[in-house]
């Protein structure tokens, strides 16, 4: 079982920067590949980014690109979302999730076996 936490939303005018981090409990987090997913209210979930296990390849929803930068620190369990230029259409709950290293980083929610509980993003105007 891997557990994943999230932490570092709030609330920020459009514009800000923030960081999140998401702490896993797991060992051997380098046998995951990561990523964020959000979910803005009455609307579905999304894929936001993701990274191999090795750090060395990143993927990026259109929506975010160029403004928001994942990275990873195995040696501290830990992956983080640093979000620039935030709009207030990034407004959402931010989830963290896993998926074991031999799978393909994808969009797809089905290909993440771990989520986190996730933390609450909002970027007023």
């Known amino acids: 079982q891997v557990q994943l936490l999230e932490s570092g939303g709030g609330l920020v005018q459009a514009g800000d920067s923030l960081r999140l981090s998401c702490a896993a409990s797991?060992?051997?987090?380098?046998?995951?590949?990561m990523g964020w997913f959000r979910q803005a209210s009455g609307k579905e979930r999304e894929f936001v980014a993701g990274?191999?296990?090795?750090?060395?390849?990143?993927y990026y929803a259109d929506s975010v690109k160029g403004r928001f930068t994942i990275s990873r620190d195995n040696a501290k369990n830990t992956v983080f979302l640093q979000m620039n230029s935030l709009k207030p259409g990034d407004t959402a709950t931010y989830f963290c999730?896993?998926?074991?290293?031999?799978?393909?980083?994808?969009?797809?929610?089905?290909?993440?076996?771990?989520w986190g509980q996730g933390t609450q993003v909002t970027v007023s105007s």
């Open positions: 797991q060992r051997s987090f380098s046998a995951y590949n």
């Open positions: 990274i191999t296990w090795s750090g060395r390849a990143t």
């Open positions: 999730v896993a998926a074991p290293a031999d799978t393909v980083v994808t969009s797809n929610i089905w290909n993440y076996n771990y």
